[in-house]
């Protein structure tokens, strides 16, 4: 069943708006009638068991229920009305949908000298708000983006921000995560960036849904996957090598106790260093890392939430996900591609002089990227200039044979994230960096591995100007309204439309005059717009079959 909208009057509750609505008699006559009140649409039945006055726009997608089919049950009072647009049937008496939905708002009636009045009175707001978020919690089980928008409008037109519906929704959701953190929550804090940009409310709701929607997606049907209880005075050192460890309780431990101890400035660096420490998880490991401090900032702010019973903050479930997906981290630089990593990250010395140029990084292979942006060192920002002109450009010249190509290798699935990847992770890194300086060679290098892990699959010839704007800071600002209204059915691929053009507004807008300001926003235009097909039904075939026939 679902959570009833049942509106009787308690002491406790707002003083009644009693309105005339019309005489019992002609209800009667009629067996329904629809009534208009001081801006409601009431709908009103006569029933075995009484007057029922419900409103009149079915919560589903607001087909008039006055046009329902009525099943009467008999003296009990048992009464069902059937939206007949689609089949949804609401107990008159509660106002509770039958095998669950959103409730219809049920109205007080009374029979006043032969004439039917309805009592149209607002519920307090904190009855309001309760009661959205229990739907939405209820709607969890079949989640639908309308139902999920529907219920953070009704938070909002309690007059609350719906990013409570929000930290909910993480609360909710966080023990659901196997492997910890998804880009469900990677995403949140550049959904939430956008929310506050918007003038529009519906646009805001869009971003706001789309947090809350992608975080029960990753979450449906998913176990519970308990964290470890109990904390541990912080120690960075401790937590850099329990994360190292895959020693998840410790780790843990640690990282709540220096939540408790100091916020999120306390274990921010030692975060960063164990989130760097590798090259790992494709640079997942750092983006989600800067993502969820950003997350936390805007969530939680300066008091962790609103005063709302239901509120909270939601920097530890945040922070219990981060960590975990620390600790169950790919690390890619202990495979042989990247085996030249370590070397180079032990052998830095800051001390390197010799100018890096761009067009020694686009297509070379790993150790010479390694080589050369060591060899630059003494000097991070143009290391990092040449970085992001290379990755920008490798992104333009992506080869698109082998985003679509079937018979191929796994190890050549590469396309366009491959690429976008760098920019993402660079925009991570530049933001460790600017609060841990110390951290450059571990950013530095990392991103020389993206380049020269892509270097391989691009193409000098592909045509690229085809993707260059005549005003790059513009194109890009205009870019948010085109990702709000992005039309993809699926979440992973939002996600990283917005996850990239967050990435490249920010490093524009901290650096406009940068020479590769032209090239990144071109390569924006192009991960943006090209089409790609996101199901390969005949590649995961023949790579299944040569898989097998190495067994």
């Keep these: 069943m679902s959570v009833a ?5 308690s002491p406790s509750e707002s003083d009644p708006v009693w309105v005339e609505a019309l005489p019992l008699a002609e209800l009667r006559h009629k067996g329904r009638a629809l009534v208009k009140r001081e801006g409601r649409q009431v709908a009103l ?13 079915c919560p589903h997608q607001g087909y008039p229920l006055s046009e329902g089919t009525l099943s009467d049950g008999g003296a009990d009072g048992t009464c069902t009305l059937t939206c007949n647009w689609h089949n949804w049937k609401f107990d008159l ?40 978020l229990a739907g939405l919690r209820e709607g969890f089980r079949d989640p639908s983006d309308d139902r999920i928008a529907r219920d953070l409008a009704r938070l909002e037109a309690a007059g609350a921000d719906p990013r409570l519906g929000v930290r909910a929704a993480i609360r909710w959701t966080h023990d659901r995560f196997r492997w910890g953190m998804t880009h ?20 805001r709701l869009v971003c706001v849904t789309e947090v809350v929607a992608h975080l029960v997606d990753d979450s449906l049907r998913e176990d519970t996957y308990a964290y470890p209880e109990g904390t541990e005075p912080w120690d960075e050192e401790a937590f850099v090598a329990a994360v190292e460890a895959e020693d998840e309780v410790r780790a843990i431990r640690l990282a709540r106790g220096g939540l408790a101890e100091g916020g999120w400035a306390r274990i921010d660096r030692g975060l960063c260093r164990a989130a760097l ?13 800067e993502k969820t401090r950003e997350a936390v900032q805007r969530l939680d702010g300066a008091n962790g939430g609103t005063d709302h019973p239901a509120d909270g903050p939601v920097a530890e479930p945040l922070l219990l996900l981060l960590v975990r997906a620390l600790v169950k981290a790919q690390r890619e630089d202990l495979i042989p591609e990247f085996k030249a990593y370590r070397p180079a990250r032990d052998a830095w010395t800051g001390r390197g002089r010799t100018a890096v140029k761009p067009a020694d990084l686009c297509r070379v292979s790993v150790a010479k990227a390694l080589d050369r942006i060591s060899a630059g060192s003494a000097d991070p920002q143009r290391c990092y200039d040449a970085l992001m002109t290379a990755a920008a450009w490798q992104l333009l010249h992506a080869d698109p044979l082998y985003a679509t190509r079937h018979a191929q290798p796994i190890s ?3 396309g366009r994230l491959d690429f976008s990847h760098a920019i993402t992770f660079a925009n991570a890194g530049r933001r460790m960096m600017g609060r841990h300086p110390e951290l450059a060679p571990d950013v530095l290098l990392q991103t020389a591995c993206f380049l020269g892990r892509n270097a391989g699959y691009v193409d000098p010839a592909y045509p690229a100007e085809r993707w260059r704007v005549a005003t790059p800071a513009a194109f890009v600002a205009g870019c948010a309204e085109g990702v709000i209204d992005h039309g993809n059915p699926e979440f992973i691929v ?19 005059r940068a020479s590769w300001v032209p090239d990144l926003a071109a390569a924006l235009n192009r991960f943006l717009n090209e089409p790609f097909k996101r199901k390969l039904t005949r590649r995961v075939a023949y790579q299944a079959r040569e898989t097998v026939k190495g067994e």
């Design 5 to 9: 909208l049942d509106d009787r009057p």
């Design 45 to 57: 039945f006569d029933t075995a068991g009484g007057v029922r006055a419900i409103a009149n726009r």
């Design 93 to 132: 008496e509660t106002g509770a949908v039958v095998d669950g939905g959103d409730a219809v708002r049920v109205f007080p009636s009374e029979i006043r000298d032969g004439t039917v009045w309805i009592d149209i009175a607002d519920l307090p707001a904190s009855e309001r708000i309760a009661r959205a």
């Design 184 to 203: 469900a929550h990677a995403v949140l804090a550049d959904w939430l960036a956008l929310a506050d940009e918007q003038d529009d409310p519906v646009n």
């Design 277 to 289: 420490a590798h090259y790992q998880d494709f640079g997942h490991s750092a983006i989600y890392m």
């Design 412 to 414: 050549q699935n590469v």
């Design 494 to 512: 939002s996600a990283h439309l917005v996850k990239m053009t967050c990435a490249v507004r920010e490093e524009i807008a901290a650096t406009p």
